[in-house]
């Protein structure tokens, strides 16, 4: 896969006045690493919502810095968004050493056809990302998972149904349930599932990935 290219500007305005370059469709974010400083940088902000939709979170990403010989290597770490219009406020970037190992979530894509839903069973995706660790070169977009295996109501795959791609390590246990097939619901179990869902849109605390605001000068501004 052909790494993503991101370009950026060094950033001298931090705190509170990071609001004035969010009205020029400027996004402010951070570059930060093990073997590297902190380094605040600034983003188109059309160009930064492409990239960040074509990465994910397991994408390796060039960041050229104006200014700076050499591209970062980097993922994308955290990412802050403005809670009404959902546009993309703020990101933090890990540079990357191609000879250190990462961790971080892998999204799981299921391919193929299920033969088991033409007989009245229904494929449910009980996990969408599992926790990996691989050398940067090893990194992925995706996970893919071919679910035209599932012929019967009842059958599940489990993490460790799944043999890791090369070079990289699955560190969620492997009792977890990535599919699973049951008969359709009833509309009453759709109907109570969609009443539920209303009061689901807020991720659980413990489920929001946090970087700690010690990387020198800021991490969320």
Do not use: W
């Not at 999204?107 to 007989?119: K, M, N, Q, R, S």
Request: net charge negative; hydrophobic share 40%.
């Amino acid at each position: 896969m052909d790494m993503i290219e991101l370009n950026a500007e060094p950033r001298s305005v931090i705190g509170k006045q990071v609001g004035a370059l969010r009205r020029q469709a400027i996004t402010p974010g951070i570059i930060y690493g093990s073997t590297t400083t902190p380094v605040p940088v600034q983003f188109d902000a059309k160009e930064l919502t492409r990239v960040v939709q074509q990465a994910g979170r397991s994408s390796m990403i060039s960041v050229k810095v104006a200014g700076t010989p050499t591209p970062y290597k980097a993922i994308v770490r955290d990412l802050q968004f403005n809670p009404i219009k959902r546009t993309l406020r703020h990101i933090d970037l890990q540079a990357l050493s191609m000879t250190e190992t990462v961790r971080l979530p892998l999204h799981i894509t299921l391919t193929g056809e299920a033969p088991v839903t033409e007989e009245g069973g229904m494929v449910l995706q009980q996990l969408n990302q599992i926790e990996i660790e691989c050398l940067p070169d090893d990194l992925i977009h995706s996970l893919e998972i071919d679910i035209s295996i599932l012929t019967e109501i009842g059958q599940t795959i489990y993490v460790k149904d799944i043999t890791p791609p090369s070079g990289i390590t699955f560190l969620t246990s492997p009792e977890e349930t990535i599919v699973q097939v049951t008969a359709e619901a009833s509309e009453q179990q759709e109907d109570e599932e969609a009443e539920e869902d209303i009061f689901a849109t807020a991720p659980a605390a413990d489920s929001v990935e946090v970087i700690r605001k010690d990387r020198g000068e800021e991490a969320a501004e």
